[in-house]
Nanobody, 116 residues
Framework: QVQLVESGGGLVQAGGSLRLSCAASGISFSIYTMGWYRQAPGKQRELVAAITRGGSTNYADSVKGRFTISRDNAKRTVYLQMNSLKPEDTAVYYC??????????WGQGTQVTVSS
């Protein structure tokens, strides 16, 4: 059974930091591209950051320079370090693991709320 379990969300003031974690089980973690997406109320889900099996990363323009994605294959965990948070970063953040269009899995999401 595949599970992606996010943690680390919460309430933080603008300018603060949070670190999200996503622990994976049931997949060959090291071969998967792992990503973080977010969905704010009334908006579509959007890619925040992704990291490939080889360690290449890409970020949404809105978070470049503030967020950092990383992975620990030994721990089967992907992280999202979020600094200089803004109210517009408020959303439910979802972890995604993708190897192909068939092997594409989601976590349950974790709420991040940034107060002004």
């Amino acid at each position: 059974q595949v599970q992606l379990v996010e943690s680390g969300g919460g309430l933080v003031q603008a300018g603060g930091s949070l670190r999200l974690s996503c622990a994976a089980s049931g997949i060959s973690f090291s071969i998967y591209t792992m990503g973080w997406y977010r969905q704010a109320p009334g908006k579509q889900r959007e890619l925040v950051a992704a990291i490939t099996r080889g360690g290449s990363t890409n970020y949404a323009d809105s978070v470049k320079g503030r967020f950092t994605i990383s992975r620990d294959n030994a721990k089967r965990t992907v992280y999202l370090q979020m600094n200089s948070l803004k109210p517009e970063d408020t959303a439910v953040y979802y972890c995604n693991g993708r190897w192909s269009t068939v092997y594409d899995y989601w976590g349950q999401g974790t709420q991040v709320t940034v107060s002004s």
